[in-house]
């Protein structure tokens, strides 16, 4: 690739490289999180024995599943991203997700096809997986890559807009159903509609990718016979490796809590129903997402480490006292302030995520560096949040899970206490 075909960073170019970037970002993870999201009416069509906690507990082990096959996606396309290019990668992701989505809304359930179902259902599951392993590296190293030096922060920031944006579309498509449906067409076939919806906005998507233009870092490096080295990104850069999965493993891990486990939390311990949980969830989403750009913004003054300093010595302190007040609180806007007082702590983290990730990395093993540790970290402490969580409740102890967030969090600021300002000293220079 020529230096003439890749980005020229102007005002112009720069907003239509990140709105290009965003909009398929927010379908691949509107796309992912509609399992979620619709979990509470498929669990009985897919595992039809059992209690309501039981369903979940089966769904949310599929869930499981899915985070495991992300590291395999990742490791696949970030070194794909490091040597065919982000844009590359970035339209293969969202293609795979497109037929991951579609198979789910046309499987059976086990009513119909017995224990094929469910096996259909992980099967998919596990390639939206590797699409979305894929995703995250490839679209925070460009996103980042593009942003600019100045601004990097704030418009980076933008990927976890996107990521929240998708999980409240997702949400949203399943508030309007439950309004035009009756609750028995939504638990027969109304859960269906919100994938067939994500894989027609990903045919979108994958047309948008295709005309974006490659980053400049990714083309000055187009030469370098290690792009994409899983064995340079181990020997080189141990300590930023580590770096990733000891951040990771406590953000992602209350990230998934407070988004998607959420939902279930408040309809099956809280005692709100599954409308008031779905439309609680929604709102919390909304300033969540206002969130990402303000605090993307203020790392650009303070500091990435500052900010990470904030997410995890707040999430320590305010984890435990904020689970178990929501499990009791009986209205609506309570739980609502509750949640957000957590998530405006996990915003500091989420919001620069994707940067502090990307300058940890020079540009040939960035996209493999931003992806392989994130993806692991994220299948061992965030995909599975939400089968731990209702693990506990089932063994009746649904208060450990609110000691087990707390001390993930712990780990995850002693990590950042350690590590240096990437603002300052990481090795993303490119404008």
Sequence with gaps: MSAATAYDPTPLTRAGAILGASAGNLVEWYDWYAYSATALYFAPVFFPKGNPTAQLLQTAAVFAVGFFARPVGAWIMGRYADRAGRKAALTASVAMMCAASLVIAATPGAAQIGVAAPIILMLARIFQGLSV???YGASATYMSE????RHRGFWSSFNYVTVIGGQLIALSVVIVLQHLLSPADMASWGWRIPFIVGAALALVAFWLRRRLQESRAFVSTTASPERGSTRRL???????TLTILGLTSGGSMLFYVYTTYMQKFLSNTAGFSKDQATEISAATLVAFMIAQPLCGWLSDRIGRRAMLLIAFGGATLVTWPVLSRIAVVKSMPGAFLLIMLAVLCESAYTSISGVVKAELF????????VALPYAV????FGGTAEYVALWFKSAGLESGFYVYASVLSAGSFLVALTMQDTRLHGRMHED
Excluded: D
């Design 146 to 149: 593009v942003a600019g030096q």
């Design 377 to 380: 970290a994220n299948a061992a």
């Design 133 to 135: 392993g894929g995703e």
């Design 234 to 240: 181990l020997e080189q850069y141990p300590r930023e």
């Design 362 to 369: 020079p540009s040939t093993v960035r996209s493999l560096g």
